[in-house]
């Protein structure tokens, strides 16, 4: 009877995959240099933020040194569940939230960057956020939208053209359709433009 191999970290108990390791430890070697690093220890997170974010009372951001979202959002596990740092903190220092559609908002303008500085946070309406969002220049309407075909320029360009010539006609130069022209022109769509 043949027995596997077992990764050489003790009580790992994973079966060995190359280097004397299992692919996780194998993993954190590569990534690392050190089979062991890149893991919180147990407990860790809970420490950091009793012993640091919440008595924390400066202006300047506390950027969260463990785990953010593909966003860059700050999140942490709680029972199980993958949580926002900053929802749990703005819970923690206002209650919870006035209604489940509200948002635990950066003043700062700085939460995709992992900022859980307490001063900061605040319970806000979606809408209300998305403002706050504009006026940080953090928000993705426009030409910073990844599935933007026009720019303010071209919005400019399109609003000037009304009357002029067919909605249509705009739209293939533009290379979208007519009532994309339409909104445009109408001020349904990109309306924020002057």
């Known amino acids: 009877m043949a027995t596997s191999r077992l990764c050489s970290i003790p009580n790992c108990g994973k079966a060995h995959h190359s280097g ?4 996780s430890h194998r993993r954190r070697f590569s990534k690392y240099g050190d089979p062991l690093a890149g893991r919180t220890p147990p407990g860790g997170i809970r420490r950091y933020l009793r012993d640091v974010v919440f008595p924390y009372d ?14 860059g959002y700050a999140v942490f596990k709680v029972e199980g569940r993958q949580t926002l740092v900053s929802r ?3 819970e923690e220092e206002h209650g919870p939230a006035p209604t489940p559609e509200h948002e635990a908002a950066h003043s700062c303008g700085k939460g995709h960057l992992g900022c859980v500085t307490k001063r900061h ?14 006026q940080h220049g953090t928000s993705n309407r426009g030409e910073r939208n990844g599935s933007s ?3 303010v320029q071209d919005i ?23 009532s994309a022209i339409a909104a445009i022109q109408t001020g349904r769509r ?4 002057v």
């Open 20 to 23: 004397g390791w299992c692919r």
């Open 58 to 71: 400066k202006d300047e951001c506390l950027i969260w040194p463990y785990s953010t979202m593909g966003r």
């Open 88 to 90: 749990f903190i703005c």
């Open 121 to 134: 946070l605040s319970w806000k309406t979606p809408s209300g956020n998305q403002l706050d969002r504009i």
């Open 149 to 151: 075909k026009l720019t």
């Open 156 to 178: 400019r360009q399109i609003r000037s053209l009304r009357g002029t010539m067919p909605q249509r006609d705009i739209g293939l130069l533009f290379g979208v359709n007519q």
């Open 190 to 193: 990109w309306g924020w433009v």
